[in-house]
């Protein structure tokens, strides 16, 4: 199983930028698939899921409304549109996928969830 995340960069307060995680190596047909997001010197934090084949998105509240998960089925590959970046948004976000999604919505913001993890990818806001 490969998650090769992509589309990390620098970019201005207020700019937007759209991360991209690609699968390989597993089915999807019933996974979810996330985002997190780690800062320097803080713990991993959920920004976002989907559940794969019903295309179903949740998110972490504070980031509703800037940021959006969606896919591209024939790719195999979870996307993040993230608007109106700030500052405190810098981190390595990182996608992650749990080969069977889980219902119990209390676990997906939770890393241990997720049985495999892309490389992360580097987001720096400037203010």
């Known amino acids: 199983v490969q998650l090769q995340a992509s589309g990390g960069g620098l970019v201005q307060a207020g700019d937007s930028l759209r991360l991209s995680c690609a699968a390989s190596g597993l089915s999807l047909s019933s996974a979810g698939m996330a985002w997190f997001r780690q800062a320097p010197g803080k713990e991993r934090e959920f920004v976002a899921v989907?559940?794969?084949?019903?295309?179903?998105?949740y998110y972490e509240d504070s980031l509703k409304g800037r940021f959006t998960i969606s896919r591209d089925i024939a790719k195999n590959t979870v996307l993040l549109q993230m608007n109106s970046l700030k500052p405190e948004d810098t981190a390595v976000y990182f996608c992650?996928?749990?080969?069977?999604?889980?219902?119990?919505?209390?676990?997906?913001?939770?890393?241990?969830?997720?049985?495999?993890w892309g490389q992360g990818t580097l987001v720096t806001v400037s203010s």
């Open positions: 992650a996928v749990d080969p069977i999604w889980n219902v119990d919505p209390r676990t997906w913001s939770r890393p241990d969830t997720y049985s495999y």
């Open positions: 989907m559940r794969w084949s019903m295309a179903r998105a």
